[in-house]
């Protein structure tokens, strides 16, 4: 989800009024995502490099997401979405952490569409730390080198419990990945659009799976 800021310096305001458009686009994202029977839609909220952005603006996101995980909490349960989180999220301090946990304990019961936040994720840190795991389990005799492979790296990852990714969307022009979900992406449909984020809508979303389904998939195949 990228472009809040750029979207704000547009209309001479804020970037925390980006960031507040953002989050609208956010509620509007994850409803056309579950009306359009997507399993898991995966955000990028905050990545472990957001930290070298000013302490005034990390402080403005920090009470963003405060206030919506306060706000959004009886929606997402009414319209049977279930919230987890990867990263470190710790980071951000005990209050928000403890917030997170209320969350998700009262919507992980909700079968409709898993909505995945990553704060203070960084995905080459999430493979660095699979590969220390997998390093001790080594060193404690649980199990031997040559019994490392991709499934045993994967059931290591923050996202081992969902489906392969299928389709990475990122906006705003920038055509990277930034860092996000690098081992996940392997082999998912990449799609880079223009359009900034609290401009992306149910018809953005529609527009990009309508590219996705129209692709052939051949994981390497012909």
């Known amino acids: 989800m990228d472009g809040n800021g750029r979207w704000a310096a547009k209309r001479g305001l804020p970037r925390v009024a980006g960031h507040r458009a953002g989050a609208e686009a956010v509620r509007t994202t994850v409803r056309a995502a579950a009306e359009a029977g997507v399993e898991v839609l995966t955000l990028y909220a905050f990545s472990s490099e957001n930290w070298r952005r000013s302490d005034e603006e ?33 980071a951000f301090g005990s209050d928000l952490a403890a917030r997170m946990q209320r969350a998700t304990e009262r919507t992980r019961h909700n079968r409709k569409i898993i909505l995945v936040i990553a704060l203070n994720y960084g995905s080459r840190a999430e493979i660095a730390g699979a590969a220390r795991r997998l390093a001790e389990k080594v060193a404690d005799g649980e199990m031997t080198v040559d019994a490392i492979d991709e499934l045993t790296i994967e059931r290591e990852l923050q996202t081992s419990r969902w489906p392969d990714l299928d389709l990475l969307i990122r906006t705003s022009g920038e055509v990277r990945l930034s860092n996000f979900l690098l081992w996940q ?38």
Request: without cysteine.
């Open 58 to 90: 990390v402080s403005d996101l920090t009470a963003l997401m405060r206030f919506y995980l306060d706000r959004e909490i009886a929606t997402l349960e009414r319209d049977g979405v279930r919230l987890e989180f990867i990263g470190e999220p710790a």
């Open 185 to 222: 992406a392997a082999y998912a449909e990449l799609i880079f659009l223009d359009t900034l984020w609290p401009d992306f809508d149910a018809t953005a979303l529609g527009d990009a799976l309508g590219q996705y389904t129209a692709r052939q998939r051949r994981f390497g195949g012909r």
